[in-house]
Protein backbone atom coordinates (compact mmCIF):
# COMPACT_ATOMS: atom_id res chain seq x y z
CA UNK A 1 0.00 0.00 0.00
CA UNK A 2 1.40 3.53 -0.60
CA UNK A 3 2.34 5.99 2.03
CA UNK A 4 -1.18 7.71 3.02
CA UNK A 5 -0.17 11.41 3.40
CA UNK A 6 -3.55 13.05 4.55
CA UNK A 7 -4.41 11.21 7.87
CA UNK A 8 -7.73 12.27 9.28
CA UNK A 9 -10.35 12.62 6.56
CA UNK A 10 -13.90 12.20 7.03
CA UNK A 11 -16.33 9.94 5.20
CA UNK A 12 -20.32 10.59 5.25
CA UNK A 13 -23.08 9.23 4.33
CA UNK A 14 -26.70 10.01 3.76
CA UNK A 15 -29.65 7.58 5.56
CA UNK A 16 -33.44 7.73 7.14
CA UNK A 17 -34.27 8.84 3.04
CA UNK A 18 -36.50 5.68 3.11
CA UNK A 19 -40.47 5.13 5.01
CA UNK A 20 -39.75 1.44 4.82
CA UNK A 21 -37.93 -0.13 8.09
CA UNK A 22 -36.71 -3.30 5.65
CA UNK A 23 -34.74 -0.50 4.05
CA UNK A 24 -33.39 1.55 6.38
CA UNK A 25 -31.54 -1.97 7.88
CA UNK A 26 -29.92 -2.42 4.98
CA UNK A 27 -28.20 1.20 5.10
CA UNK A 28 -28.22 0.96 8.96
CA UNK A 29 -25.19 -2.39 8.21
CA UNK A 30 -23.13 0.80 6.20
CA UNK A 31 -23.15 3.34 9.39
CA UNK A 32 -20.05 1.53 10.71
CA UNK A 33 -18.00 2.15 8.09
CA UNK A 34 -18.29 6.32 7.92
CA UNK A 35 -17.69 8.68 10.56
CA UNK A 36 -20.64 11.04 9.80
CA UNK A 37 -24.45 10.83 8.97
CA UNK A 38 -26.56 13.09 7.13
CA UNK A 39 -29.90 12.36 8.21
CA UNK A 40 -32.79 13.36 6.37
CA UNK A 41 -35.46 15.48 7.50
CA UNK A 42 -38.63 14.06 6.24
CA UNK A 43 -39.12 17.09 4.08
CA UNK A 44 -37.25 16.08 0.63
CA UNK A 45 -37.64 12.24 2.20
CA UNK A 46 -38.14 9.77 4.97
CA UNK A 47 -40.42 10.71 7.54
CA UNK A 48 -40.44 10.95 11.26
CA UNK A 49 -40.40 7.45 11.68
CA UNK A 50 -37.08 7.15 9.85
CA UNK A 51 -35.92 10.27 11.50
CA UNK A 52 -35.86 8.77 14.86
CA UNK A 53 -34.80 5.32 14.00
CA UNK A 54 -31.71 6.97 12.55
CA UNK A 55 -31.16 9.36 15.77
CA UNK A 56 -31.01 6.33 17.45
CA UNK A 57 -29.38 3.85 15.82
CA UNK A 58 -26.16 6.49 15.66
CA UNK A 59 -26.42 7.32 19.08
CA UNK A 60 -26.49 3.37 19.50
CA UNK A 61 -22.99 3.55 17.41
CA UNK A 62 -21.27 6.80 18.63
CA UNK A 63 -21.89 8.20 15.49
CA UNK A 64 -21.46 11.96 14.36
CA UNK A 65 -24.72 13.72 13.12
CA UNK A 66 -26.25 16.10 10.73
CA UNK A 67 -29.03 17.46 9.26
CA UNK A 68 -29.44 16.56 5.05
CA UNK A 69 -31.52 19.07 4.12
CA UNK A 70 -33.27 19.83 0.44
CA UNK A 71 -36.45 21.04 -1.40
CA UNK A 72 -39.85 19.32 -0.60
CA UNK A 73 -41.72 17.88 -3.46
CA UNK A 74 -42.89 19.57 -6.60
CA UNK A 75 -41.05 22.72 -5.05
CA UNK A 76 -41.26 25.65 -7.63
CA UNK A 77 -37.48 26.55 -8.55
CA UNK A 78 -38.58 29.91 -9.00
CA UNK A 79 -38.70 30.35 -5.04
CA UNK A 80 -35.49 29.47 -4.33
CA UNK A 81 -34.32 32.91 -5.55
CA UNK A 82 -36.00 34.00 -2.03
CA UNK A 83 -33.58 34.34 0.81
CA UNK A 84 -36.55 34.49 2.67
CA UNK A 85 -37.70 31.32 1.25
CA UNK A 86 -34.43 29.29 1.63
CA UNK A 87 -34.21 30.34 5.30
CA UNK A 88 -37.72 28.84 6.48
CA UNK A 89 -36.80 26.29 4.52
CA UNK A 90 -33.80 25.61 6.64
CA UNK A 91 -34.88 26.65 9.68
CA UNK A 92 -37.91 24.61 9.63
CA UNK A 93 -35.91 21.16 8.44
CA UNK A 94 -33.10 21.62 11.21
CA UNK A 95 -35.53 22.33 13.76
CA UNK A 96 -37.44 19.01 13.11
CA UNK A 97 -34.04 16.77 13.50
CA UNK A 98 -32.94 19.14 16.38
CA UNK A 99 -36.45 17.80 18.21
CA UNK A 100 -35.37 14.60 17.63
CA UNK A 101 -31.39 14.92 18.55
CA UNK A 102 -32.68 16.95 21.71
CA UNK A 103 -34.60 14.02 23.01
CA UNK A 104 -31.55 11.56 22.66
CA UNK A 105 -29.22 14.05 24.19
CA UNK A 106 -27.44 14.36 21.36
CA UNK A 107 -26.66 17.79 18.85
CA UNK A 108 -26.44 17.56 15.03
CA UNK A 109 -23.03 19.17 14.30
CA UNK A 110 -23.01 19.80 10.33
CA UNK A 111 -25.48 20.43 7.38
CA UNK A 112 -25.59 18.65 4.29
CA UNK A 113 -28.34 20.13 1.18
CA UNK A 114 -29.92 17.31 -0.83
CA UNK A 115 -30.28 16.95 -4.75
CA UNK A 116 -31.34 19.97 -6.46
CA UNK A 117 -30.08 21.89 -3.56
CA UNK A 118 -27.08 20.45 -3.70
CA UNK A 119 -26.27 21.22 -6.82
CA UNK A 120 -27.08 24.60 -7.11
CA UNK A 121 -25.57 25.52 -3.61
CA UNK A 122 -22.67 24.57 -5.42
CA UNK A 123 -23.48 26.72 -8.92
CA UNK A 124 -24.37 29.87 -7.12
CA UNK A 125 -22.91 32.31 -4.21
CA UNK A 126 -25.62 33.99 -3.86
CA UNK A 127 -28.09 30.88 -3.05
CA UNK A 128 -25.02 28.80 -1.09
CA UNK A 129 -24.34 32.38 0.57
CA UNK A 130 -28.49 32.26 1.78
CA UNK A 131 -28.21 28.44 2.96
CA UNK A 132 -25.33 29.50 4.85
CA UNK A 133 -26.48 32.48 6.95
CA UNK A 134 -29.36 30.69 7.71
CA UNK A 135 -27.76 27.54 9.03
CA UNK A 136 -25.56 30.07 10.96
CA UNK A 137 -29.41 31.77 12.71
CA UNK A 138 -29.65 28.38 13.81
CA UNK A 139 -26.36 27.86 15.22
CA UNK A 140 -23.37 29.50 14.80
CA UNK A 141 -21.54 25.98 15.54
CA UNK A 142 -22.97 24.17 12.77
CA UNK A 143 -20.43 22.78 9.95
CA UNK A 144 -21.76 23.32 6.39
CA UNK A 145 -20.89 20.44 4.12
CA UNK A 146 -20.87 21.08 0.06
CA UNK A 147 -19.31 20.18 -2.91
CA UNK A 148 -15.43 21.43 -2.48
CA UNK A 149 -14.48 24.95 -4.24
CA UNK A 150 -14.54 28.36 -3.84
CA UNK A 151 -18.38 28.88 -3.55
CA UNK A 152 -18.41 27.04 -0.36
CA UNK A 153 -15.42 28.67 1.17
CA UNK A 154 -16.84 32.55 0.32
CA UNK A 155 -19.91 31.59 1.36
CA UNK A 156 -19.09 30.11 4.55
CA UNK A 157 -16.41 33.42 5.16
CA UNK A 158 -19.27 35.68 4.64
CA UNK A 159 -21.43 34.34 6.83
CA UNK A 160 -19.01 33.16 9.17
CA UNK A 161 -19.43 29.58 9.94
CA UNK A 162 -17.31 26.59 9.30
CA UNK A 163 -17.42 24.72 6.48
CA UNK A 164 -16.60 21.36 5.30
CA UNK A 165 -15.41 20.90 1.33
CA UNK A 166 -16.93 17.48 0.34
CA UNK A 167 -15.42 15.52 -3.00
CA UNK A 168 -17.41 12.63 -4.60
CA UNK A 169 -15.61 9.14 -5.85
CA UNK A 170 -17.94 8.71 -8.50
CA UNK A 171 -18.65 12.05 -9.49
CA UNK A 172 -17.19 13.53 -13.01
CA UNK A 173 -14.82 16.73 -12.25
CA UNK A 174 -14.43 19.42 -14.18
CA UNK A 175 -11.06 21.06 -15.04
CA UNK A 176 -12.40 24.12 -12.22
CA UNK A 177 -12.39 20.82 -10.10
CA UNK A 178 -15.62 21.36 -9.36
CA UNK A 179 -18.14 18.93 -10.60
CA UNK A 180 -20.04 18.22 -14.11
CA UNK A 181 -23.58 17.47 -12.65
CA UNK A 182 -24.58 16.63 -16.63
CA UNK A 183 -22.33 13.33 -16.76
CA UNK A 184 -23.57 9.84 -15.67
CA UNK A 185 -22.49 8.76 -12.17
CA UNK A 186 -19.19 6.31 -11.93
CA UNK A 187 -20.13 3.42 -10.65
CA UNK A 188 -16.56 1.48 -10.63
CA UNK A 189 -14.84 0.10 -7.51
CA UNK A 190 -11.22 -0.26 -8.61
CA UNK A 191 -11.31 3.27 -10.46
CA UNK A 192 -12.86 5.11 -7.23
CA UNK A 193 -10.47 3.66 -5.08
CA UNK A 194 -7.61 4.45 -7.26
CA UNK A 195 -9.53 7.67 -6.96
CA UNK A 196 -9.28 7.58 -3.40
CA UNK A 197 -5.97 6.92 -3.13
CA UNK A 198 -4.97 9.49 -5.31
CA UNK A 199 -6.90 12.36 -3.11
CA UNK A 200 -5.08 10.47 0.34
CA UNK A 201 -2.05 11.04 -1.44
CA UNK A 202 -1.60 14.23 -3.38
CA UNK A 203 -5.19 15.87 -2.94
CA UNK A 204 -5.74 15.67 -6.70
CA UNK A 205 -8.87 14.53 -8.47
CA UNK A 206 -8.53 13.52 -11.94
CA UNK A 207 -10.95 15.74 -14.72
CA UNK A 208 -12.75 14.58 -17.83
CA UNK A 209 -9.67 14.88 -19.89
CA UNK A 210 -7.40 12.73 -17.88
CA UNK A 211 -5.35 15.07 -16.82
CA UNK A 212 -5.73 15.95 -12.69
CA UNK A 213 -6.79 19.00 -11.01
CA UNK A 214 -5.39 20.04 -7.07
CA UNK A 215 -8.48 19.90 -4.44
CA UNK A 216 -9.07 21.01 -0.92
CA UNK A 217 -11.49 18.68 0.84
CA UNK A 218 -12.41 17.47 4.44
CA UNK A 219 -14.83 14.84 3.32
CA UNK A 220 -15.75 12.17 0.77
CA UNK A 221 -19.29 11.40 0.58
CA UNK A 222 -20.58 8.08 -0.38
CA UNK A 223 -23.93 7.58 -1.92
CA UNK A 224 -26.30 4.68 -0.76
CA UNK A 225 -27.43 4.61 -4.37
CA UNK A 226 -24.78 3.06 -5.64
CA UNK A 227 -24.81 -0.67 -6.35
CA UNK A 228 -21.30 -1.17 -5.03
CA UNK A 229 -21.45 0.99 -2.39
CA UNK A 230 -21.12 -1.93 0.56
CA UNK A 231 -17.79 -3.30 -1.41
CA UNK A 232 -16.36 0.59 -1.83
CA UNK A 233 -16.91 1.38 2.07
CA UNK A 234 -15.02 -1.45 3.20
CA UNK A 235 -12.10 -1.61 0.70
CA UNK A 236 -12.20 2.56 1.48
CA UNK A 237 -11.40 1.95 5.07
CA UNK A 238 -8.53 -0.36 4.60
CA UNK A 239 -6.59 3.05 3.23
CA UNK A 240 -7.70 4.83 5.87
CA UNK A 241 -9.83 5.23 8.92
CA UNK A 242 -12.22 8.08 8.76
CA UNK A 243 -12.65 10.28 11.77
CA UNK A 244 -15.53 13.15 11.74
CA UNK A 245 -14.75 16.76 10.56
CA UNK A 246 -15.11 18.40 14.26
CA UNK A 247 -12.63 15.52 15.15
CA UNK A 248 -9.92 17.19 12.36
CA UNK A 249 -10.74 20.68 13.12
CA UNK A 250 -10.28 19.94 16.68
CA UNK A 251 -6.82 17.83 15.61
CA UNK A 252 -5.35 21.12 13.40
CA UNK A 253 -6.17 22.93 16.47
CA UNK A 254 -3.93 21.03 18.72
CA UNK A 255 -6.51 19.74 21.11
CA UNK A 256 -6.28 16.31 19.87
CA UNK A 257 -3.85 14.39 18.37
Known amino acids: MEDIKKKNIDFNLDIAQTQTLES ?7 VDLVSSVNISCGFHAGCPLSMKKAIEYCKFKNKVIGAHIGFPANFDMSHAESK ?46 NIASSIKKFSKWLIYFGAAGEILEEAGKNAGIN ?25 DTGLELMRLRRLLN ?10 YSKINYDTVHFSCEAKNISELLNEAGKLITP ?13 VE
Open 243 to 255: KPVSYNKAALSGW
Open 163 to 187: VAHEVHLNKVYKSSSSIDFDQKNIE
Open 84 to 129: EMIESLVLYQLGAISAFAKANSLNIEHVRPHGDMYRLAAQNLEFSE
Open 202 to 211: LSEIDIFDGT
Open 24 to 30: MDKIFEL
